[in-house]
């Protein structure tokens, strides 16, 4: 059984940065894909990034990229989410999630989710 914790998330300005963390245990997480996706109040789930299990292959969301890197260490069975010029429409909740196929940007296709970390941008 995977488990995934988030953390880093927090309060900061807009401009700033932010490193959230994706830890898993339970399984042998190199063969997992893992993705980031983000909630805000009112609003549906949307994707954010995702990762190949070896880290070969990265997919960010339009509205992120030039912005966010998603990146992991296998051996440390962590995946980061690197966020710089954060923007207050960046404010949610974000989430990291786990599947065993390629990534994906549908969170319907993801089997484990983590509990979330909050981010939120001030203007």
């Known amino acids: 059984q995977v488990q995934l914790v988030e953390s880093g998330g927090g309060l900061v300005q807009a401009g700033g940065s932010l490193r959230l963390s994706c830890a898993a245990s339970?399984?042998?997480?190199?063969?997992?894909?893992v993705g980031w996706f983000r909630q805000a109040p009112g609003k549906e789930r949307e994707f954010v990034a995702a990762i190949s299990w070896g880290g070969a292959r990265t997919v960010y969301a339009d509205s992120v990229k030039g912005r966010f890197t998603i990146s992991r260490d296998n051996p440390k069975n962590t995946v980061c989410l690197q966020m710089n010029k954060l923007k207050p429409e960046d404010t949610a909740v974000y989430y990291c999630?786990?599947?065993?196929?390629?990534?994906?940007?549908?969170?319907?296709?993801?089997?484990?989710w983590g509990q979330g970390t909050q981010v939120t941008v001030s203007s």
């Open positions: 339970g399984v042998t997480f190199s063969s997992y894909s």
């Open positions: 999630a786990a599947r065993l196929r390629a990534p994906s940007s549908s969170s319907y296709e993801y089997d484990y």
